[in-house]
């Protein structure tokens, strides 16, 4: 809501001073030369305001909503009296209540108000009056029962609202972990005595002024609307206004009434509930008694933080409100050795990281904004790159190191098998069905085969190379395996591969396998068929 926003403003206390000349007229519209005069009146803050700054002062306020501006017909000797004064202003309802409650917070903010408990019996005393009357034969009289209401509603709304400040007063106070003796006894005394003193009238009075409220509750509709009858107010006066647009043909906007304490079933409703649980969720009496309690123990809480005192376990709440009265006190360049001294937040430290090399960092570049480098966790932590504590044992790989053992002696059986059945198998591929192991590796040694065989076409007889392709040293051959593979290239010629995987055909191809003979005391291998 902008109409608060005067409170914040920076001019600020000029604002306030401007709002409360017009929270000191009645229904009054004043120019800027009035204003001035009151300002310097008063002595205010903003007394020493030239027209001009005061002018923009008030326009702010109106976009605020917190003044209006108002039609007037001016009188003036001059020009430049009468641009002056041709502008004149009026306090908006919102703004005068914004106004009166900011003040009544700057004034009141840290006083503990008195609970007005006498005002309750006065509650209880006019409301059996008033039940008396209600329920004699009669009635009681439009206005007599007019004036009891209203001060009934006076005086309840008064009590309830001392109630409402002194209790969030001490739950400011019983907060404060900084209490001395001298305090603590003090406000021990308010709580026990004072406190004490209201609760125990507030529960002696509350069944009687419920009884009360019961007796009378039957006849509080009737009662309202006789009295409406007897006296409607600004109700009945919209209302003709209402009918006399509707008889003209005119359309009206409805005006908005707030009507007087009491003459609402809502506010009969509230006075109930504040003695009696009416809708599930605990009377205010029933609140002001855990209210009490709450308040008890915190005192009980102060009063053993002030046994730990003795052991050294003291509140710092009062070094820190010295502290920042140092630094509201202290001019910027002292504020900040005080900030060193009191947090330690001394300067920047160049921790000697450099950046990653492939980055060309500009002189001018603010940190900010730069790129990041990686601090170890040491660093970044502690302080110190130093390592702390032992050297951690070197881990154990041994049981890891005999499972890829083991997986790679398996692996090497596998193969010799393979090469054991291809061998086994030579010349006789028709009448077998390979495994998957021996097609695998038989696909291996022919891959190697192909590629290192040298192409070459055949010449015929007369001389002339004919069309078509020989394989010349077609063969691979794995020396760990001793398995060697010879391919052959005959026209005309099928060979298929039976096998678990699928049957391969190979055709115009034949295959020999055979086996390797490993050297032996340095001589040659030697190819056996």
């Not at 039609?71 to 309802?93: F, G, M």
């Not at 917070?105 to 007005?116: C, H, N, P």
């Not at 009918?243 to 005119?250: D, F, K, R």
Request: include cysteine.
């Amino acid at each position: 809501m902008n109409a608060y926003t005067y409170l914040s403003a920076p001019e600020q206390l000029e604002h306030v001073a401007i709002m409360r000349v017009f929270c000191g007229t009645l229904l009054a519209d004043l120019a800027v030369p009035d204003i001035m005069a009151k300002l310097r009146q008063a002595g205010a803050s903003a007394a020493g305001l030239d027209a001009d700054t005061l002018t923009v002062r008030l326009e702010q306020l109106v976009q605020w909503g917190n003044l209006l501006r108002s039609s007037h017909t001016v009188n003036a000797s001059s020009i430049s009296e009468y641009q002056r004064s041709r502008s004149r202003y009026q306090l908006s309802k919102l703004g005068e209540r914004i106004q009166r409650d900011a003040d009544g917070v700057l004034a009141e903010a840290d006083a503990a108000r008195e609970v007005s408990n006498e005002l309750l019996a006065l509650v209880e005393r006019g409301l059996r009056e008033l039940a008396d009357l209600v329920t004699a034969p009669g009635g009681v009289e439009p206005q007599d029962g007019l004036e009891r209401i209203s001060t009934l509603f006076v005086q309840f709304t008064e009590f309830a609202d001392s109630i409402r400040d002194f209790y969030a007063y001490l739950g400011q106070v019983l907060s404060r972990y900084d209490l001395d003796s001298a305090e603590y006894q003090g406000f021990k005394e308010l709580l026990l005595d004072y406190v004490e003193a209201i609760t125990e009238d507030v529960a002696f009075r509350a069944p009687r002024i419920s009884a009360a409220l019961d007796t009378l509750w039957p006849h509080i509709p009737a009662l309202l609307d006789r009295l409406d009858s007897h006296a409607q107010g600004l109700t009945g006066l919209s209302a003709q206004t209402q009918v006399q647009a509707q008889t003209e043909g005119e359309s009206r906007p409805d005006v908005r009434i707030q009507r007087s304490r009491g003459r609402e079933l809502a506010d009969w409703e509230g006075l109930r509930g504040w003695f009696s649980n009416t809708d599930g969720q605990g009377s205010q009496v029933d609140q002001l008694r855990d209210a009490t309690l709450r308040a008890l123990q915190s005192l009980l809480a102060n009063a053993k933080r002030m046994l730990r005192s003795a052991t050294g376990e003291m509140s710092r709440r009062k070094d820190l409100l010295r502290l920042a009265r140092w630094f509201d006190e202290a001019a910027p360049r002292d504020a900040h050795d005080i900030a060193v001294a009191a947090f330690g937040l001394y300067g920047a430290r160049h921790l000697g990281i450099p950046p990653a090399a492939d980055e060309v960092v500009p002189a001018y570049t603010s940190w900010w904004t730069g790129p990041m480098v990686e601090v170890p966790v040491a660093l970044r932590e502690r302080g110190s790159r130093a390592q702390r504590g032992r050297a951690s044992a070197v881990e154990d790989h041994s049981a890891q190191k005999q499972l890829l053992r083991e997986a790679a002696r398996q692996r090497a059986a596998a193969r010799a098998a393979a090469a054991d059945e291809l061998r086994s198998a030579s010349g006789r591929f028709a009448e077998v069905r390979l495994t998957s192991a021996a097609l695998s590796l038989l696909l291996e040694l022919l891959a190697t085969a192909l590629g290192n065989a040298q192409l070459s076409r055949p010449v015929s007889t007369d001389g002339e190379r004919t069309a078509g392709f020989d394989l010349d040293s077609a063969s691979s051959e794995d020396a760990e395996l001793r398995i060697r593979l010879t391919v052959r290239r005959t026209a005309g010629s099928r060979t298929v591969l039976y096998s678990a995987d699928g049957d391969l055909l190979l055709d115009d191809l034949e295959l020999d396998i055979g086996r390797t003979s490993a050297a032996v005391d340095g001589e040659a291998e030697a190819s056996v068929s």
